[in-house]
């Protein structure tokens, strides 16, 4: 059994490999190597953390986990306001070469507006809430030139009937108890699901945007994943002021988001 421990003041990392030939090189120092690399990694992380915790707002823990696939929501809870500088950050990444722009979740119309202002070429939205299509066919009356096409659906039933786009926003949320297990609890981060979809509907070239669980920097497993479906991809760390009260599942005033290039 091999035994790897890294300390610091604050707290002490353990490492039991119980399998001989787990991370088997042919040199002993080259394993060495790599298991210190993975050990430092790690207690840096959490040395970081425990920093990272202390700008961290109480909130409201205990998001609601009924069904809201078409529930009647007012602003706040499709969207709080401090969202909103990431909205920004996406839309101005996800049009950076204009041309034909795929926007996933309408919710209040921020984001869309948003892509608006980027004078892209045309603008299609799927949207499964038709109390938020309501809303989308008031905000569209603000747009009455513009190439903008809502699809109404989710975007798992919709989606394969559209074609390639040159920059697609994720932006969606659990509609029920079942998404939020699978999506959020046991992926590396919310739009994971989607990579595969977003990857396929995508030019080369194409620009994918979303917002992270990810604060000041990006995980290992999280690059490992944008690389298995992008060719490259950049990040944004995005501030804003984060209410004491929040109630979305985030809790301090930053956020990475991606633009991830097919
Ligand atoms: C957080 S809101 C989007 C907010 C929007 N970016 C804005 O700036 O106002 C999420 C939206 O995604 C929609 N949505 C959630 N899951 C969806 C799915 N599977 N297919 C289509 N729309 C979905 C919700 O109905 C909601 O309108």
Redesign the pocket.
Known sequence: MVRRTRRSNKMEVNLVIKEEGFIKTPHQTQRNMLLNQALKEFADDLDTLDQLAKEFVPGTIGHSLEDRSQKVLDDEE??EDWQIPI?LAMAEEVCSKSGDILE????????STMIQDQNVKSHTI????DS?IDRFHVWKNSFPEKDIEIVKG???DTIDDLGLFDGVFF???P?DGEEYMEYIANSVTFAEHFFPTAASHLRPGGAFTYLTNEIDSLSRGHQRLILKYFSSFSLQVVKFDIPEDVKDTWWIGSMVVIKAIK
Not at 104 to 111: D, M, N, Q, Y
Not at 126 to 129: A, G, R, V
């Open positions: 499709i969207m909205m996933i979740g309408f919710g209040r119309g921020v984001a799927i949207e499964c809430n938020i989710l975007w798992q932006h969606t949320y509609l």
